[in-house]
């Protein structure tokens, strides 16, 4: 069981948009805006797409955006193209002593 | 432009020690400003993170609590390089294993390629 909570699975058709969640709590998501979001294609490394809530690291298509509310946090992807079917993982800090933790996981179709 | 590169065995029997090192380029392992990690990938426990090495004037280490009794992670400053031990192996412990480059903001970039690591006699 993953520490934080994603939807397995989220599917969209080309050029719409679709947003994943990421449920934490207080100690997590909610307490730090270190949450981070990755891009994961079968076979690869994940690659990061979002730093710090709603940092777009250079490189980044603009169609993906992050927020975050209270304990959750959101991806957001727009103008959805087939190059966006991949797994997505979010991930944060945490006051624990696991420093690091991760979502499940959600898998985006496009339809 | 920072890359990694892993190397290490793929196939590890029971009891023994899972041993990897990532090779750093365009980066320095002992830089002041990141941490490098390893965090690894199974479908029954999703992305977990493992541990991390950081210099800041003298060398650091963090490790998760999951694996604290057994990991060992090192720099090797020779070879700009770091490197993950983890003992006592159970299939449990198969996996992928990344490297990743950190920092103090908690977000990973970039990843090595990543390397299958099956426990199994």
């Known amino acids: 069981q993953s520490a934080l909570t994603q939807p397995a699975s989220v599917s969209g058709s080309p050029g719409q948009s679709i947003t994943i969640s990421c449920t934490g709590t207080?100690?997590?998501?909610?307490?730090?805006?270190?949450v981070s979001w990755y891009q994961q294609h079968p076979g690869k490394a994940p690659k990061l797409m979002i730093y710090e809530v709603s940092n777009r690291p250079s490189g980044v298509s603009n169609r993906f955006s992050g927020s975050k509310s209270g304990n959750t946090a959101s991806l957001t992807i727009s103008g959805l193209q087939a190059e966006d079917e991949a797994d997505y993982y979010c991930s944060s800090y945490t006051s624990s002593s696991t420093y690091v933790v991760f979502g499940g996981g959600t898998k985006l179709t496009v339809l | 432009q920072v890359q990694l590169q892993q190397s290490g065995p793929g196939l590890v029997k029971p009891s023994q020690t899972l041993s990897l090192t990532c090779a750093i380029s365009g980066d320095s392992v002992s830089s002041n400003s990141a941490a490098w990690n390893w965090i690894r990938q199974s479908p029954s426990r999703g992305l977990e993170w493992l541990g991390r090495?950081?210099?800041?004037?003298?060398?650091?280490?963090d490790y998760a609590v999951s694996v604290k009794s057994r990991i060992t992670i090192n720099p090797d400053t020779s070879k700009n390089q770091f490197s993950l031990q983890l003992n006592s192996v159970t299939p449990e412990d198969t996996a992928v294993y990344y490297c990743a480059k950190g920092n103090w903001k908690y977000w990973f970039d970039p990843w090595g390629q990543g390397t299958l690591v099956t426990v199994s006699s």
């Open positions: 090495t950081y210099y800041r004037s003298k060398w650091y280490n």
């Open positions: 207080s100690s997590d998501v909610g307490g730090y805006n270190y």
